[in-house]
């Protein structure tokens, strides 16, 4: 058992006059004290609460959402939008090169990135924007927030259960280590770096989608919402649905188009050996030696969708028991994961990754046959514009969307020649090197800072300029 012994009036001074136990953990303290070894730097000056924005458009103005914020990255494969005439009120809802945005509630607290984009882009109230200034890069900021003493405070600081949130007016206070100049501008340069190196991998994925849509003639195609239309009661008989979603004409431009081309189609479930998943993995608690990793929704929302699957220092692993019965949902190279539920329903991620895995509740696990298709074209179009609206389509349930796997194996897919298929693997996974660059440059980053807090900047900056090295060696 673990305890700490606080001063009553230890507690009674603290501005934010916390009594939970949780708030004095060792580990919480522990952090605090290595990071008040260092010159401290407060966000009073800098923090902006948001304003609340009322009503989301299908287009004008951009919003940043919680959900776009994860890990040192921006992630704008989803966004929403909000009316000209809306941003006149909500002048410190605009973000600037260079602020810091950090995710103030929900299941992606905590979460926190630098803004390095020049476009017009407004936050949500569910973030807080810290305003960019000449005290402090924004890069090494968002780093520090990141590491795991940056997130232990930021844990420390949260409140409620289900839906942890964090005030403002804990932030005001929380304490950043603070460096030599050159130390920041170096963490600032790799975050800089890696965004390069980031949107190689996006204009490369994006590079494999048009291919994809111009061979099916569809690069042009824009999805169109009709508010009335008439289909036969026999159609709904078949398909066992009465929604009028489902039965929206513009499914039936793609999959007339689809069934048009020259290569033929098929259905994934005829194209894969799996499309299920299993039941929800129980947790385990004993320390061993062979642990099966769950891999859940939060290792998936990623901008580009073939990740390694990083070290996550508070993964979660399943029971030797449970891979017994469920052996065939051990991850595989080149294996599809695809969200059945949530805010990114639908997207499909590939699994590459050199860890002993499983898949979590409301994830779809797809197994592609390699030779009758290839997995990195069959990412490619599940994500497509098209791909999306055909798997959507299945989906079922009012407050809570969700995507069973015997809708998912219904989905219909049109097989493109091998050499484009090839095509889209090769640029693919030359994306994937510039997203594993782009990766391990933020982690180099992170690493580097959690050295400095633990020891002193020079131990920092020698393990940047090892590792960076061995990057180079890599490259």
């Given at each position: 058992m673990q305890y700490s012994v606080v001063n009553y009036k230890t507690v009674k001074?603290?501005?934010?006059?916390?009594?939970?136990?949780?708030?004095?953990?060792?580990?919480?303290?522990?952090?605090?004290?290595?990071?008040?070894?260092?010159?401290?730097?407060?966000?009073k000056k800098i923090l902006h609460p948001t304003e609340i924005i009322r009503v989301y458009e299908e287009r004008g103005i951009q919003i940043l959402l919680a959900q776009n914020v994860r890990n040192n990255e921006l992630d704008f494969s989803n966004v929403v939008f909000m009316s000209e005439s809306a941003k006149e009120n909500l002048k410190r809802n605009k973000l600037q090169y260079d602020d810091v945005i950090l995710t103030r509630s929900g299941a992606n607290f905590g979460q926190s990135a630098s803004y390095k984009v020049d476009d017009e882009i407004y936050?949500?109230?569910?973030?807080?924007?810290?305003?960019?200034?000449?005290?402090?890069?924004?890069?090494?900021?968002?780093?520090?927030?990141?590491?795991?003493?940056?997130?232990?405070?930021?844990?420390?600081?949260?409140?409620?259960?289900?839906?942890?949130?964090?005030a403002p007016s804990y932030l005001y206070n929380l304490p950043i280590s603070r460096f030599d100049t050159n130390f920041e501008n170096k963490i600032d340069t790799l975050v800089n770096e890696s965004g390069k190196y980031k949107s190689n991998s996006s204009c490369?994925?994006?590079?494999?989608?048009?291919?994809?849509?111009?061979?099916?003639?569809?690069?042009?195609?824009?999805?169109?919402?009709?508010?009335?239309?008439?289909?036969?009661?026999?159609?709904?008989?078949?398909?066992?649905?009465?929604?009028?979603?489902?039965?929206?004409?513009?499914?039936?431009?793609?999959?007339?188009?689809?069934?048009?081309?020259?290569?033929?189609?098929?259905?994934?479930?005829?194209?894969?050996?799996?499309?299920?998943?299993?039941?929800n993995p129980p947790y385990e608690t004993e320390n061993t030696e062979n642990k099966t990793f769950i891999i859940t929704q939060k290792h998936l929302a990623s901008y580009f969708p073939v990740d390694n699957f990083w070290k996550d220092e508070e993964a979660l692993f399943t029971t030797d028991e449970f891979i017994e019965k469920n052996k065939k949902f051990i991850l595989q190279e080149n294996d599809l994961i695809l969200y059945s539920v949530g805010a990114y329903i639908g997207k499909t991620n590939l699994y590459?990754?050199?860890?002993?895995?499983?898949?979590?509740?409301?994830?779809?696990?797809?197994?592609?046959?390699?030779?009758?298709?290839?997995?990195?074209?069959?990412?490619?179009?599940?994500?497509?514009?098209?791909?999306?609206?055909?798997?959507?389509?299945?989906?079922?349930?009012?407050?809570?969307?969700?995507?069973?796997?015997?809708?998912?194996?219904?989905?219909?897919?049109?097989?493109?020649?091998?050499?484009?298929?090839?095509?889209?693997?090769?640029i693919i996974s030359g994306g994937q090197k510039s997203h594993n660059l782009s990766k391990s440059l933020l982690e180099i980053a992170k690493r580097g800072v959690e050295m400095a807090i633990e020891k002193d900047e020079q131990e920092g900056e020698k393990w940047i300029k090892n590792n960076l090295k061995e990057l180079e060696k890599k490259i």
């Open positions: 001074e603290d501005p934010i006059f916390r009594l939970d136990a949780d708030f004095y953990r060792v580990d919480y303290l522990n952090y605090l004290q290595q990071v008040y070894k260092h010159e401290e730097y407060f966000l936050a949500c109230a569910d973030v807080l924007v810290i305003k960019n200034s000449k005290e402090i890069k924004g890069g090494y900021l968002s780093t520090f927030l990141n590491t795991k003493q940056g997130r232990a405070l930021l844990d420390r600081g949260s409140y409620g259960m289900a839906q942890p949130h964090i490369l994925y994006s590079q494999a989608e048009q291919l994809l849509l111009s061979e099916l003639e569809l690069l042009d195609w824009k999805p169109k919402h009709e508010l009335a239309f008439v289909k036969n009661f026999s159609d709904t008989k078949q398909s066992d649905r009465f929604d009028a979603e489902y039965f929206q004409p513009k499914y039936e431009e793609i999959i007339s188009a689809v069934k048009k081309y020259k290569g033929g189609f098929d259905i994934l479930e005829n194209l894969s050996k799996l499309v299920g998943h299993p039941s590459n990754a050199d860890i002993k895995a499983t898949i979590g509740s409301f994830l779809t696990l797809i197994r592609p046959k390699i030779d009758k298709i290839n997995p990195f074209y069959l990412l490619v179009f599940l994500n497509s514009k098209i791909g999306q609206e055909l798997t959507r389509r299945n989906s079922r349930g009012l407050a809570q969307q969700y995507i069973y796997p015997y809708d998912t194996k219904q989905v219909i897919i049109p097989i493109l020649e091998i050499n484009k298929q090839k095509e889209i693997e090769k």
